[in-house]
């Protein structure tokens, strides 16, 4: 089955320090990979992909993303937190399910930056 | 610009009324989807249009009905909801389809209470 799993339910991090929000992923083929940001009563605001090239993804707000493919992992990550990075973070990946392409989300992460 | 616009914010509907929500993109986008997401949990894909056409039907109750009267607008029809399908419903568009890889960009929602 195709899947992606986030494994941490919450993520905490002080201002200031360097973040990590996990992903692993699960798909036949080569992988499409997403990540994307939800701030409270807000829809997903997209942050960076990974479809070919470089290994290391820049993206918005001064996220990026590290896809590695004998770990399966595409882990998101930030060098310095800000307290507005605070919110829900999704993983996802294109997978085949029902016979045709669609976006797989992790179950999500939330992210906790405390001043 | 990667703006996608929904109406209305919020709507509170009884189990027999008959309602709609709108989304709207100028990006030229060529497919355009809808996902019902509830709280703290990942969006789930409803359905795809791809060139105003239907391509895909995650299984929706018939309660749910999608229009796309043109590449720019999307609509859902709701009759006859039950409380279960209280939740955030999103729209999404994206130049091209999953299987390419392209990016799906969201509206901010309708946030949708059925009592």
């Known amino acids: 089955a195709q899947s992606v799993a986030q494994p941490e339910d919450q993520v905490n991090v002080a201002e200031g320090n360097p973040l990590t929000v996990k992903c692993t992923y699960s798909v036949s083929g080569n992988p499409y990979l997403f990540w994307y940001v939800q701030y409270p009563n807000r829809g997903l605001q997209f942050l960076l992909k990974y479809i070919t090239g470089d290994n290391l993804v820049k993206g918005s707000y001064g996220f990026e993303a590290e896809f590695n493919k004998s770990q399966t992992s595409f882990h998101l990550k930030k060098p310095s937190a800000l307290v507005s990075d605070s919110a829900l973070y999704f993983c996802a990946v294109r997978g085949l399910s029902g016979g045709y392409n669609k976006l797989i989300f992790g179950a999500g992460t939330r992210l906790a930056v405390h001043p | 610009d990667t703006e996608v616009t929904q109406t209305p914010k919020h709507l509170v509907m009884g189990m027999t009324n008959k309602k709609s929500l709108k989304c709207e993109q100028h990006?030229?986008?060529?497919?355009m989807y809808w996902y019902k997401q509830k709280a703290k949990k990942p969006p789930e894909l409803m359905f795809v249009y791809s060139y105003e056409k239907l391509s895909i039907n995650e299984s929706v109750p018939s309660r749910f009905s999608p229009e796309c009267p043109n590449s720019s607008l999307l609509n859902l029809h709701l009759h006859a909801l039950q409380p279960e399908d209280s939740a955030l419903y999103l729209c999404?568009?994206?130049?091209?389809?999953?299987?390419?890889?392209?990016?799906?960009?969201f509206g901010p929602g309708t946030r949708l209470l059925v009592l």
């Open positions: 999404a568009s994206s130049r091209g389809e999953v299987r390419s890889g392209e990016t799906q960009y």
């Open positions: 990006m030229g986008h060529r497919a």
